[in-house]
């Protein structure tokens, strides 16, 4: 079973950075079997993907954040990590880690099929401020 948990937000200045990790505690991801991808809300729209990753370390990017983020995993792949860089208001929301049943390579699943993501964690704020 996919266990995930977030952690790493805060508020932040524009221009700012910030790491959030996900450690996914049922080692699904770790397997193979998961694929595991950032996405953050705004209250009152549609959940944005981010960044995914499989577990060979490929990773996807989405449009918006695309130069300003890096996601990657450590050695145990149980924590995937996501590195913003350059915030920018707009960056404002709750972000969530994802998991979504590996049955074709993680990267389309993230850039075609992002409705397969259906475990997710608590999520963690991120503030960016002018």
């Known amino acids: 079973q996919v266990r995930l948990a977030e952690s790493g937000g805060g508020s932040v200045q524009s221009g700012g950075s910030l790491r959030l990790s996900c450690v996914e505690s049922?080692?699904?991801?770790?397997?193979?079997?998961?694929?595991i991808g950032w996405f953050r809300q705004v209250t009152g729209k549609e959940r944005e993907g981010v960044a995914g990753?499989?577990?060979?370390?490929?990773?996807t990017y989405g449009d918006d954040v695309k130069g300003r983020v890096t996601i990657s995993q450590n050695n145990a792949k149980n924590t995937i990590y996501l590195e913003m860089n350059n915030l920018k208001p707009e960056d404002t929301a709750m972000y969530y880690c994802?998991?979504?049943?590996?049955?074709?390579?993680?990267?389309?699943?993230?850039?075609?099929?992002?409705?397969?993501?259906?475990?997710w964690g608590q999520g963690t704020q991120v503030t960016v401020s002018t």
């Open positions: 994802g998991a979504a049943p590996r049955y074709t390579q993680c990267s389309a699943l993230f850039r075609n099929r992002k409705s397969e993501y259906k475990s």
């Open positions: 049922g080692y699904e991801y770790a397997a193979g079997r998961y694929c």
């Open positions: 990753i499989d577990f060979d370390g490929t990773t």
